[in-house]
């Protein structure tokens, strides 16, 4: 039975979800100088599955390489990955975070009246000499029709940023959002359940 786990991951979101359901963790944070970004380029003709999986599988190589050089104990690795994917988009399907108010603002018109996929990739390894636990939790998510001034204010807010799509459906973008069909929390960046399930398949204890 393991006592706690690591989280690799800055999102706040993630931290809210594992104490949610009782779950100890320490955080694996990153090296000064350590690049994640670049990773989270989409490569040419990708898909929203092999990209979220691509991702979070070298973010996963890059925090046990963090969790080798800091000296600590060994206990189970989390991460995770969340983009959006519209296959209709012609530029590309993956939505990432954006880059600055112009892209959130190209980013939400795409979304604007559409139905979108929100794909999350979680990794837990469990021993650093095996093959992770890992899984793909898929969502839709329905958007209303955003007029220029709501993508305006939204974005005059700065909840866009920092976030796959540039919405938050925790937040004030949850007022555009009718419908979902899968899980909140997997919209949020960690879907409870299927994380719930892998912790208790690699005998991670609860509060
Ligand atoms: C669609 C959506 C995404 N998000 C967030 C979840 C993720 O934090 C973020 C997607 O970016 P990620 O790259 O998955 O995660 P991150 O950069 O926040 O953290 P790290 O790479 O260190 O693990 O978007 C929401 O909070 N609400 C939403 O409705």
């Not at 899984?135 to 209303?144: D, M, P, R, T």
Request: aromatic content about 8%.
């Amino acid at each position: 039975m393991f006592s706690y786990i690591y989280l690799a991951s800055q999102s706040p979101r993630r931290q809210e979800i594992l104490k949610q359901i009782g779950v100890n963790f320490e955080m694996l944070v990153a090296a000064p100088g350590e690049d994640t970004e670049t990773l989270e380029t989409p490569l040419p003709n990708e898909k929203g599955r092999t990209y979220v999986e691509r991702v979070t599988f070298a973010k996963s190589a890059i925090a046990l390489a963090r969790w080798q050089k800091s000296g600590k104990p060994w206990a189970p690795v989390l991460c995770a990955d969340t983009a959006v994917s519209l296959p209709s988009n012609p530029d590309g399907e993956i939505l990432g975070k954006p880059n600055d108010a112009s892209d959130a603002r190209r980013i939400l018109k795409m979304l604007s009246g559409q139905t979108h996929q929100v794909l999350t990739a979680v990794v837990l390894t469990t021993d650093p000499k095996i093959n992770p636990l890992c899984l793909v939790h898929v969502s839709e998510v329905e958007f209303a029709h955003l007029t220029e001034a709501q993508i305006e204010s939204y974005i005059q807010s700065g909840e866009p940023f920092g976030k796959a799509g540039a919405y938050g459906i925790q937040g004030l973008g949850g007022a555009f959002i009718p419908s979902i069909k899968g899980s909140y929390s997997g919209i949020m960046g960690l879907p409870i359940f299927e994380v719930n399930q892998l912790l208790d398949f690699a005998k991670v204890a609860r509060i």
